[in-house]
Nanobody
Framework: VQLQAFGGGLVQPGGYLRLSCASS?????????IAWFRQAPGKEREGISA????????VYSDSVKGRFTISRDIAKNTMYLQMNSLKPDDTAVYYC????????????????????WGQGTLVTVSS
């Protein structure tokens, strides 16, 4: 296992969670473009945030912009997704992913460009 996501759970609307994704030693996140995706029941996998390798440029989907923040700690070889002001529509399985490639900014949230995936962690937003 190269990526392992954790931190999901049940949270009330308006609450917050921080997801973590730990990478194994053979996959140095400092040299990869990284991203978070989510998939709700019956829906396609959606890219929500990414950091491009090289210029460290970040991108967010309109659905999470202003509420979620992606980050990574190179020393811990771990990436994070801070999720604030959670809504019931945020309920999904969340996946972390990485690619050694350097996608153009417009493609950073396309799942087919990522070849390393974590196993997913479930986030449920409900009262």
């Amino acid at each position: 296992v190269q990526l392992q996501a954790f931190g999901g759970g049940l949270v009330q609307p308006g609450g917050y969670l921080r997801l973590s994704c730990a990478s194994s030693s053979e996959l140095n996140l400092g040299y990869y473009s990284i991203a978070w995706f989510r998939q709700a029941p019956g829906k396609e996998r959606e890219g929500i945030s990414a950091i491009r390798n090289g210029d460290r440029r970040q991108v967010y989907s309109d659905s999470v912009k202003g509420r979620f923040t992606i980050s990574r700690d190179i020393a811990k070889n771990t990436m994070y997704l801070q999720m604030n002001s959670l809504k019931p529509d945020d309920t999904a399985v969340y996946y972390c992913a990485a690619t050694a490639g350097n996608p153009i900014y417009q493609n950073l949230l396309r799942p087919n460009l990522y070849n390393v995936w974590g196993q997913g962690t479930l986030v449920t937003v409900s009262s």
